[in-house]
C-alpha cells in the first residue's frame, strides 16, 4: 500500500469517527429537546447520510485496492465487509426517519458506533507502546459518552422544565447521571415515579460495573503504559537483587547499571535479534535491511555492493554492545569473527601500544580471518560502542560469492598486517 493511501485511509477514519461521535451526541440532544426541524439539525443530517454513503463506497475501493495489492488482511476482505458491515453502514446511512416519520429511527445513525470500536481496537494494535494510554482514552470516550446518553435517557423521563433553559434542564440531568453512575448519590434530585425509579436502579448498577471497571483496569493500564520502560525497570530490579544477593562490587554493579541504561536508551531493552527471529523469513530481511541501513551506508566498503549482497550481510550481522574501556578480543587469541563499528570508538593495541582509533563505519578483526591466524592485536572500547558482528562462515562466503569486496578486505588485511 502507497503512503498517500494509508494516510488518506487513516484521515478518512478520523472523519468517520468525528461524524459519528458528533451524531452520538446530538441526535440524543435531537430528540429530547425537539430540535429535529432546525434547520443546523436537518445540515447536519444531510451531511452524515452523504459522510457514511461515501464510506461505504470508500471500504468498497479499499477492499479492492487491497486484493489488488494481495495485502488484504481478513477485516479488509470484500467478503468480510459483506457479511460483517455492509447491512449495518447501510442502515446508518439511510435517513430512515425521512422514509417513516419515526424520530426514533435516528437512532440507527448510531449503530455506525460499532465501526469506531472497530478503529479503537485496530489503532489501539498499532500504538504498540502507546496501547495502555490508549485504552484509557477510549474508556473515557465511551464513559463520556455513556454518561451523555444516560442523562438525555433521564431527561426524556422527567420531561423538560419549562421554569429553566435547556441548557440548565441538560446539566441538571448530566449531575444526576454523574452522582448515580459514580454511586455518590446526594439524593437531592430524586426519582418520582415506578418509571424513573427503574431507569434510577439500571443507571446505579452500571454505575457500579463501571466502578468496578475502573478499580480492577485503570491501575493497570496507568503501570504498563510504558512497556518498554517496565521491562527496563523490572530488569534492573532483577538485577540489583541479584547484584546484592551475590554482593557484587559496587565498581561491578555500577558497570553492569551503565550497560543496562545505555542498552534501555538506545534500544528500547529489546534484543533486536531475538525478535527479528520471530518474524517470517521475507520480513527478517526487510527489517534486517532497514534496521542496518545505516552501518551498511556507513561502511566504505559496502559501497557500491550489489543488493543480493546487502541482503545477505544485513541478515547475517548481530549487534554487540561494549563498553569504554572493555576489550572485545585480546591479541594471540583465536579469532572467529570480525566487526563494522555503528557507533562509538574503539583502539587497536598492540605490542602495549595503541596502533590505531577506529570509528564508526570502520571494521577490525578481518586479519585473523583472512590469514587463519591468531588476532594480531587487542580491541579496546574507547567509548559505549555498537557493534555488528559477522562470523567466520558467513565471511568465508563473502570471499567466495563476492571476490571484489573479498579482495578490498584481503589488501585491507595485508596493508594493517604490514604497518602492524
Ligand atoms: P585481527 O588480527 O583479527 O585482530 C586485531 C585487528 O586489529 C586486526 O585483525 C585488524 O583488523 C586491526 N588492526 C591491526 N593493525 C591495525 C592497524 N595498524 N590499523 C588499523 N587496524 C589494525
Not at 96 to 125: C, E, G, N, S, T
Not at 236 to 262: K, V, W
Not at 272 to 279: A, K, Q, V, Y
Not at 390 to 409: G, K, T, W
Request: net charge positive; with cysteine; proline share 3%.
Amino acid at each position: 500500500m502507497t503512503l498517500q493511501r494509508i494516510y488518506f485511509h487513516r484521515a478518512w477514519d478520523a472523519v468517520i469517527t468525528i461524524c459519528v461521535t458528533l451524531s452520538a451526541i446530538f441526535i440524543p440532544l435531537k430528540l429530547v429537546f425537539g430540535f429535529q426541524d432546525h434547520s443546523w439539525a436537518v445540515n447536519f443530517s444531510v451531511v452524515v447520510t452523504i459522510v457514511f454513503a461515501i464510506d461505504i463506497a470508500v471500504h468498497f475501493f479499499r477492499a479492492r485496492a487491497a486484493r489488488a495489492d494481495n495485502t488484504a488482511i481478513t477485516t479488509e476482505r470484500l467478503g468480510v465487509y459483506r457479511k460483517r458491515w455492509l447491512t449495518l453502514d447501510v442502515l446508518a446511512a439511510l435517513p430512515l426517519h425521512l422514509i417513516i416519520d419515526l424520530p426514533l429511527l435516528h437512532l440507527f445513525r448510531l449503530l455506525k458506533l460499532a465501526r469506531v470500536a472497530q478503529f479503537m481496537r485496530h489503532w489501539r494494535r498499532r500504538a504498540l507502546q502507546k496501547g495502555n494510554l490508549l485504552r484509557l482514552i477510549f474508556f473515557g470516550y465511551w464513559l463520556l459518552l455513556s454518561t451523555h446518553w444516560i442523562a438525555c435517557g433521564w431527561l426524556a423521563l422527567r420531561g423538560i422544565s419549562s421554569a429553566t433553559d435547556n441548557f440548565s434542564n441538560y446539566f441538571n440531568a448530566l449531575y444526576w447521571t454523574t452522582q448515580t453512575l459514580s454511586t455518590v448519590g446526594y439524593g437531592d434530585l430524586t426519582p418520582a415515579n415506578t418509571a424513573q425509579r427503574i431507569y434510577a436502579m439500571a443507571v446505579m448498577i452500571i454505575g457500579v460495573g463501571v466502578y468496578g471497571y475502573i478499580i480492577g483496569n485503570v491501575a493497570t493500564i496507568i503501570a504498563n503504559i510504558d512497556p518498554a520502560k517496565a521491562h527496563y525497570l523490572q530488569n534492573m530490579e532483577r538485577l540489583t537483587a541479584f547484584m546484592n544477593y551475590r554482593s557484587i562490587p559496587p565498581e561491578l554493579q555500577g558497570r553492569i547499571r551503565d550497560y543496562y541504561t545505555y542498552l534501555w536508551e538506545k534500544r528500547l531493552s529489546y534484543d533486536e535479534s531475538t525478535i527479528i527471529s520471530t518474524l517470517p523469513p521475507s520480513l527478517q530481511t526487510d527489517v534486517s535491511l532497514f534496521l542496518k541501513r545505516d552501518i551498511i551506508e556507513k561502511v566504505p566498503l559496502f559501497r557500491g555492493a550489489s543488493d543480493e549482497f546487502i541482503r545477505e550481510i544485513a541478515l547475517q550481522m548481530r549487534p554487540v554492545v561494549f563498553m569504554p574501556g572493555d576489550f572485545v578480543y585480546k591479541a594471540g587469541e583465536q579469532g572467529n569473527d570480525m566487526y563494522f563499528i555503528t557507533r562509538g570508538m574503539i583502539e587497536v593495541i598492540a605490542n602495549g601500544a595503541v596502533q590505531a582509533t577506529l570509528k564508526e563505519g570502520d571494521f577490525f578483526g578481518e586479519i585473523s580471518l583472512v590469514l587463519s591466524q591468531p588476532r594480531t592485536a587487542s580491541i579496546r572500547a574507547v567509548s559505549f560502542c555498537d557493534l555488528y558482528r559477522l562470523d567466520r562462515e558467513m565471511f568465508n562466503r563473502v570471499l567466495s560469492h563476492y571476490p571484489d569486496i573479498a579482495a578490498q578486505i584481503e589488501s585491507t588485511a595485508k596493508a594493517r598486517q604490514e604497518r602492524g
